[in-house]
């Protein structure tokens, strides 16, 4: 079982940047891969980026390439999206999600817990 809380959320104006934590609790985190997701108002959850358990592999979605960073401390259990560049279609509520398998981090269904999210707000 393992238990994600994000933070790190607020309202920033456009070309700022904020740096989002999901922390979590189980000893096992470290085996876990975690994706970052976001929701916008009358939109699909989309895959923002992914880590791998050891961190070896990232992968970013077509929103987040060149401007958001994702990392891992396993040490801290947590994992962090640093987001620069910010702009007002970044809005959305943030949530991070942890699955045991390393493969195939954009899919959505495959998480088996998620947290409760963390509202990001660009304005213009």
């Known amino acids: 079982q393992v238990q994600l809380v994000e933070s790190g959320g607020g309202l920033v104006q456009a070309g700022g940047s904020l740096r989002l934590s999901c922390a979590a609790s189980?000893?096992?985190?470290?085996?876990?891969?975690i994706g970052w997701f976001r929701q916008a108002p009358g939109k699909e959850r989309e895959f923002v980026a992914g880590?791998?358990?050891?961190?070896?592999?990232?992968l970013y979605g077509d929103p987040a390439r060149g401007r958001f960073t994702i990392s891992r401390t396993n040490t801290r259990n947590t994992v962090y999206l640093q987001m620069n560049s910010l702009k007002p279609e970044d809005t959305a509520v943030y949530y991070c999600a942890a699955d045991p398998g390393d493969w195939d981090l954009p899919r959505k269904s495959k998480y088996d817990y998620w947290g409760q999210g963390t509202q990001v707000t660009v304005s213009s």
């Open positions: 880590i791998s358990w050891s961190g070896g592999t990232t």
């Open positions: 189980g000893r096992t985190f470290s085996r876990y891969a």
